[in-house]
RNA sequence: GGGGCCGUAGUUCAGUUGGCUAGAAUGCCAGACUGUCGAUCUGGAGGUCGCGGGUUCGAGUCCCGUCGGCCCCGCCA
């Protein structure tokens, strides 16, 4: 007995009689002192193996002592199971290999846990012995629709007429953006590669060197905090075109999005996708990332700081500030104590305050007594409150209010089970702005320095920076940011006058930028692209609530593969050649 | 940088007001068993209660510190 010539889990009654040999992990074992059950798994699935000592005495000798996890090699005939003994839950449930032969390839010392789905395991646990975790089904499921949507965007992208080409990951660093990881250089002391955030600038030299349509599957990392969507390698789907426009990415997305969907989950997904501008976004859901699955939309309130005597609401309105609520749908019952404590949560995120009105058949609110009943109507018809409904609402500045509400939002919807898991919503954002202020009031780029501002703007660039909108967009699904882009500068002069609105001399520009600047110079097409992230989109398809899920070696929230230890201390003689010497702080 | 939750047999957990010789389930080991598939039955082994310090007659439990994991804010063009 030498090769295998079948897969475990692909056997069924049609294959009654034959003679197969199978390899795989022995998943349980059931010994009833004579007739001996064995499951067999390998990545097709399970078998079950039947040794009988009126068969083979030997063989059954050797599967008394067979173990959890060990890897094995069987040969014998496949038999229908007796009528009463088939298993339904199994897609081999019919049949049984009654093995005549065994060979024991590799024994296991007792698994960590066990490597069905059954049991909750700690994380820690998994990731040390994150070789083990992934044998459970649900990992080979995740990791296989990894691979089936990596197909699909691949046979998409290349029907559509775009070549995969590879960018370097020992690359430069450059200013602004997430931390760079860095990789130090032996040969030249003292200087420093970083891997790339992104091969961003390599796609725009790629649409300069006249490929026109590019796309790259790649990983990208970023040194900065982990979070469940958050690694620092991720995986991007790549894209950048030559000669279009806003509306041809969209499309080309909503192709792919639509043909992945086909192909990994058989949904069909409608098309084209609604968008929002970023500003009706914050308007609306208080994110530029909304999950349009559940209504509970932000509503206008300011008129609360007209009318009526509550001085907190007509001090902030009158200083240009605004109200606004949401409304949870009723009947719920919350007590004074989850009131209190939603205030809190809402305060922690940056709510000045959070007020609370119940539509009961009394309507019952520390800020009733400010206002009359017209008011009150007033208030609920604004809200679309309902009898019933409990109306939440912020007032301050209106980015404070609208992003602490945009957070309440998501945090009531899955408190009370609002949203419906198995929607697949998608929706664009378009026209962010170019820039936003940092902390010292320095101009920074929203989407990244290479966004062409909008034609119409152009002018108004250095007289009104903060007014400008971009030509950038990202793409959502599910309240998850999966996607985003822009169309490019591709003139010399547009870009030079971007670094220098953000601050940054001409030298500088040089030094970081001169080759993209001297690129530009040369022939830039228009162009334009967007970046997919690969992670989130496929966690979203596997119905996991973490990137973890759908990676095959993940890190911790402290950047640590639990696995191999990394990062590690390296040897000092690894040091000297690297130039290196490490700071006591 | 900050807030929250968690850490007890291999695994998943319980452990009350400080009284514990630290339990359960499962897994593991040995034996029995011819139709199991969460097999069953009998017996057994298995613990640095994350680590360090403190309070106490006595600490898994209280206090301080520390390490690690998860969620979140900041951060992530």
Redesign the pocket.
């Known amino acids: 007995m030498t090769k295998r010539n079948c897969f475990c889990g692909r056997l069924n009654r049609k294959d009654a009689g034959s003679k197969v040999i199978v390899a795989g992990w022995i998943k349980?074992r059931?010994?009833?002192?004579?007739?001996i059950?064995v499951?067999l798994g390998d990545r097709s699935g399970v078998v079950?193996l039947?040794f009988?000592?009126?068969v083979a005495k030997d063989t059954h000798s050797i599967a008394h002592s067979l173990?959890?996890g060990w890897v094995i090699m069987a040969g014998g005939k496949v038999l229908l199971?007796?009528a009463?003994?088939?298993?339904p839950?199994i897609s081999t449930?019919e049949i049984?290999i009654q093995v005549e032969k065994v060979d024991v390839l590799n024994s296991s010392l007792?698994l960590?846990?066990?490597t069905d789905d059954e049991?909750?395991?700690?994380?820690?646990?998994r990731l040390k012995y994150r070789y083990i975790d992934l044998r459970r089904p649900v990992m080979q499921r995740n990791m296989q629709l990894r691979y089936e949507v990596t197909k699909a965007v691949r046979e998409f992208l290349d029907r559509q007429g775009f070549i995969e080409i590879e960018t370097p990951f020992l690359t430069k660093s450059t200013p602004?953006?997430?931390r760079d990881y860095l990789v130090p250089s032996r040969l030249n002391p003292g200087e420093f590669y970083a891997l790339p955030?992104?091969p961003?600038l390599f796609k725009q030299i790629i649409m300069i060197a006249g490929f026109e349509r590019y796309f790259q599957i790649v990983k990208c990392f970023?040194d900065?905090?982990l979070?469940?969507d958050?690694q620092p390698e991720h995986t991007q789907i790549d894209i950048e075109l030559s000669f279009i426009d806003e509306q041809d990415i969209f499309k080309l997305i909503e192709g792919m999005l639509k043909h992945v969907f086909e192909k990994t989950k058989g949904i069909t997904i409608p098309t084209p996708f609604f968008s929002l501008s970023y500003e009706e976004a914050m308007e609306r859901y208080g994110s530029d990332k909304p999950d349009t699955r559940f209504d509970m939309e932000l509503k206008e309130l300011s008129f609360l700081g007209k009318e009526g005597s509550f001085s907190s609401f007509q001090e902030i309105v009158k200083n240009g500030g605004c109200v606004k609520g949401i409304t949870l749908p009723g009947p719920v019952n919350l007590s004074r104590r989850e009131l209190d404590e939603l205030k809190l949560w809402a305060t922690?995120?940056g709510a000045p305050d959070l007020a609370w009105v119940i539509f009961a058949e009394k309507v019952k609110s520390p800020l009733a007594k400010f206002y009359d009943s017209s008011t009150l109507d007033k208030m609920a018809q604004a809200s679309g409150a309902k009898k019933g409904d409990v109306l939440f609402m912020v007032a301050g500045s209106k980015d404070t209010v609208c992003k602490a509400l945009g957070?309440l939002r998501i945090f009531l919807a899955r408190k009370f089970n609002f949203i419906p898991e198995e929607k697949f919503n998608f929706v664009w954002i378009v026209d962010f702005p170019l820039f936003e202020r940092n902390e010292t009031g320095r101009l920074?780029?929203?989407?990244?320095?290479f966004t062409s501002p909008c034609e119409e703007n152009i002018p108004i660039l250095e007289t009104n920076p903060d007014e400008v909108t971009s030509r950038a967009y990202d793409i959502v699904l599910n309240g998850q940011e999966i996607g985003g882009g822009s169309i490019r500068i591709h003139k010399k002069e547009l870009q030079e006058k971007i670094f220098k609105l953000l601050g940054m001399d001409e030298v500088r520009a040089r030094e970081k930028f001169g080759f993209l600047l001297d690129a530009l110079s040369l022939g830039a097409p228009p162009h334009g692209g967007i970046a997919m992230g690969l992670d989130r989109l496929v966690m979203i398809l596997a119905g996991e609530k973490?990137i973890r899920e759908v990676i095959p070696f993940p890190k911790?929230?402290?950047a640590?593969c639990?696995m191999t230890q990394a990062p590690s201390p390296v040897e000092e003689e690894q040091l000297r050649e690297l130039h290196i010497e490490i700071r006591e702080d």
């Open positions: 349980k059931r010994d009833h002192g004579n007739l059950f499951d079950q039947a009988d000592p009126r173990r959890e199971r007796p009463d003994s088939v298993n839950k449930g049984e007792p960590p846990f066990s049991v909750e395991l700690n994380e820690e646990v602004e953006g997430a955030q992104s961003q970023r900065e905090d979070r469940a958050r922690n995120r957070q920074i780029s929203v989407h990244h320095p973490s911790t929230q402290k640590v639990l």
